[in-house]
């Protein structure tokens, strides 16, 4: 069960993992009776429609929409679970500055090895110049310079990581320890 909510901030360059990561969490949350829900940024971005694009704007408005469905279902009870590139250093200092009780973890992975598992071909669009907006292939993914977690998706398969996710949230009082 669950002490006290927390709000923990996946990202990542696209492809890496974060979406992965965070909805197999959510299960094992679920599985133990832990209140959660995750929140993607590629589902708000569709929210919004065809007509949002990819400029600054843009990008910080999906983040800023992040931040308050987090907070407000934080404020709820429940624990959450965002996913989302959040490369902009804008957009990080905004998450930051606006979350009570956040972890953030990087979802490390090479921009080769994203390409590779690429579901959405948007690596491919990106290197035959139909896209030009992607980060991590039209311009530098920077990685964030302390992140509270890094989980490595070349270097661990997803139940290590998801491990490694449990263990942490127990460590930072998050979680009661429990029987897996």
């Not at 599985?31 to 829900?37: C, D, L, N």
């Not at 590779?116 to 530098?140: C, F, M, V, W």
């Not at 290590?160 to 263990?167: E, G, R």
Request: hydrophobic residues 40%; proline residues 6%; contains cysteine.
């Amino acid at each position: 069960m669950s002490q006290r909510p927390f709000i923990l901030w996946l990202l990542g360059p696209t492809s890496s993992g974060k979406s992965t990561l965070a909805e197999l969490l959510t299960l094992a949350l679920r599985g133990r009776e832990v209140p959660i829900i995750h929140f993607d940024g590629d589902e708000v971005r569709d929210f919004f429609g065809p007509g949002h694009g990819f400029a600054p704007a843009d990008r910080q408005r999906v983040v800023a929409t992040l931040v308050h469905l987090a907070n407000k279902s934080r404020e709820a009870g429940l624990n959450v679970v965002v996913s989302a590139l959040t490369a902009n250093p804008d957009a990080r200092a905004y998450v930051l500055a606006s979350i009570a009780d956040l972890i953030t973890g990087f979802v490390r992975c090479p921009i080769e090895v994203c390409a590779a598992r690429d579901p959405k071909g948007l690596y491919a669009k990106a290197n035959s110049g139909e896209i030009d907006t992607l980060i991590g292939a039209n311009s530098e993914y920077l990685a964030p310079e302390d992140p509270d977690i890094v989980l490595d998706t070349e270097a661990n398969d997803r139940e290590a990581l998801i491990d490694l996710l449990l263990t942490d949230l127990q460590r930072r009082g998050y979680l009661q320890n429990s029987e897996s």
